[in-house]
T-cell receptor
Framework: GDSVTQMEGPVTLSEEAFLTINCTYT??????LFWYVQYPGEGLQLLLK?????DKGSNKGFEATYRKETTSFHLEKGSVQVSDSAVYFC??????????FGTGTSLTVIP | DAGVTQSPTHLIKTRGQQVTLRCSPK?????VSWYQQALGQGPQFIFQ???????QRGNFPDRFSGHQFPNYSSELNVNALLLGDSALYLC??????????????FGPGTRLTVL
């Protein structure tokens, strides 16, 4: 079945460090891929998305490229800030609205 | 625009009781989806409502039911609560049920604790 596997956390980085959070997926078709972020006490917010192979989603310095050959959608940021501390979820979705989420990766950025 | 709102924020129930959670979608949205997020896990899809009917359902028992009202707001009902139902329940709204480009907006969730 369809599923998403994310790198286990928690991840702790110093400010201005490079971030990579790995995400791979299993899908029977050609889904859209998403990264959502959840700040403490809040709901999920869309961070970025890609709808087809080789698309690159980007937002707020974060990037992820839809790699069909490796079934991956790794999240990267060149220089993290304390305000990036949150839980990050990778997800896939087909044309309906049902999302399949990974288990989340907690990121803590220390000054 | 208030975005997606959910009530209550927190709720404590005992096993066997019934609970109702409420969601108001973002202005202009007509589709509501519900998710269960257990501690340390990603959200799991429960079901989706559009035009006051359940359109899609995830792998959840019949104890989980819902309703959508003419103003597009929605309720999630859980009967015969189990300890394992303790979770954050998220509501998400969107414009329409399909399409790759219609974004889902999530509410802050209702934290349900079953004792």
């Amino acid at each position: 079945g369809d599923s998403v596997t994310q790198m286990e956390g928690p991840v702790t980085l110093s400010e201005e460090a490079f971030l990579t959070i790995n995400c791979t997926y299993t899908a029977t078709g050609y889904p859209s891929l998403f990264w959502y972020v959840q700040y403490p006490g809040e709901g999920l917010q869309l961070l970025l998305k890609a709808t087809k192979a080789d698309d690159k989603g980007s937002n707020k310095g974060f990037e992820a490229t839809y790699r069909k050959e490796t079934t991956s959608f790794h999240l990267e940021k060149g220089s993290v800030q304390v305000s990036d501390s949150a839980v990050y979820f990778c997800a896939l979705r087909y044309t309906g609205n049902q999302f399949y989420f990974g288990t989340g990766t907690s990121l803590t950025v220390i000054p | 625009d208030a975005g997606v709102t959910q009530s209550p924020t927190h709720l404590i129930k005992t096993r066997g009781q019934q609970v109702t959670l409420r969601c108001s979608p973002k202005s202009g949205h007509d589709t509501v989806s519900w998710y269960q997020q257990a501690l340390g896990q990603g959200p799991q899809f429960i079901f989706q409502y559009y035009e006051e009917e359940e359109r899609q359902r995830g792998n959840f028992p019949d104890r989980f039911s819902g309703h959508q009202f003419p103003n597009y707001s929605s309720e999630l009902n859980v009967n015969a609560l189990l300890l394992g139902d303790s979770a954050l329940y998220l509501c998400a709204s969107s414009a329409g049920t399909s399409g790759l480009y219609n974004e889902q907006f999530f509410g802050p969730g209702t934290r349900l604790t079953v004792l």
